[in-house]
């Protein structure tokens, strides 16, 4: 079966930075397009990144244009999002993503809190 686990969350400073990680099986990892989520209380989840199998193609969310960078590594099945410049309103749970068969899957997500 699908599962996403992510890892890398933490306490961070403004200013500073945190890599999460997503280690994906159950699927051909290297043929599908994989997804970055985060989801502030009581806002709506909303969509941070997402990245094409082979990387080549990118898209950001406005809000973390210039200071995240999404990647991944297909021998590994894992999809990196680095994280720097970090800002209090990026507090947030973190979850990947990915759409496969039909269905979405969504790991259980990674805490990352921006506090002084």
């Known amino acids: 079966q699908v599962q996403l686990v992510e890892s890398g969350g933490g306490l961070v400073q403004p200013g500073g930075s945190l890599r999460l990680s997503c280690v994906a099986s159950g699927f051909t990892f290297s043929t599908y397009y994989m997804s970055w989520y985060r989801q502030a209380p009581g806002k709506e989840r909303e969509l941070v990144a997402t990245?094409?199998?082979?990387?080549?193609?990118?898209i950001y969310a406005d809000s973390v244009k210039g200071r995240f960078t999404i990647s991944r590594d297909n021998a590994k099945n894992t999809v990196y999002l680095q994280m720097n410049s970090l800002e209090p309103e990026d507090t947030a749970v973190y979850y990947c993503?990915?759409?496969?068969?039909?269905?979405?899957?969504w790991g259980q997500g990674t805490q990352v809190t921006v506090s002084s």
């Open positions: 993503k990915v759409r496969a068969w039909g269905n979405t899957y």
């Open positions: 990245i094409s199998p082979s990387g080549g193609s990118i």
